[in-house]
């Protein structure tokens, strides 16, 4: 989402530019243009700057959305990565929980009985 909208961004900015002489705009990008073009009204990647000024061509365009969908991609990988560890450590857990169960068992039992030989003590 926030790389859409940093491409919106930009492309608004190319937009807003009469010169295309716009610092935010990487000049050496295929298809970045020195004067401004009228936008097909047909646009895909960005519906809302169709018919209006823009310092791009298709080629600049397409550059945009194969440079978003690899940062998706990463952010993708990092998240299946991230969503993989949290299933192993939860998968982990369920394993332990018998082991859990007789050390808690066992912790109450000593427990018990150093009541118990307190109270003995106690009582003698």
């Known amino acids: 989402m926030k790389y859409q909208i940093l491409i919106l961004s930009v492309l608004v900015f190319v937009s807003l530019s009469g010169d295309c002489n ?19 009204k047909n646009l895909k990647f960005c519906p809302d700057l169709a018919g209006k000024e823009i ?8 550059n945009f959305v194969t ?5 998706n991609r990463r952010f993708e990988k990092k998240r299946q990565k991230q969503v993989k560890s949290a299933d192993d450590a ?26 118990a030989r307190r109270m003995m003590i106690g009582l003698n």
């Not at 310092?55 to 365009?61: E, L, N, R």
């Open 22 to 40: 716009n610092p935010l705009i990487d000049a050496d990008m295929v298809g970045i243009l020195k004067t401004p073009v009228v936008a097909d």
């Open 67 to 71: 440079k978003m969908k690899a940062k």
């Open 55 to 62: 310092c791009c061509d298709v080629s600049a365009m397409t």
């Open 90 to 115: 939860i998968k982990d857990d369920e394993a332990n929980i018998d082991v859990d169960a007789e050390m808690e068992a066992t912790q109450d039992e000593l427990g018990l009985e150093t009541v």
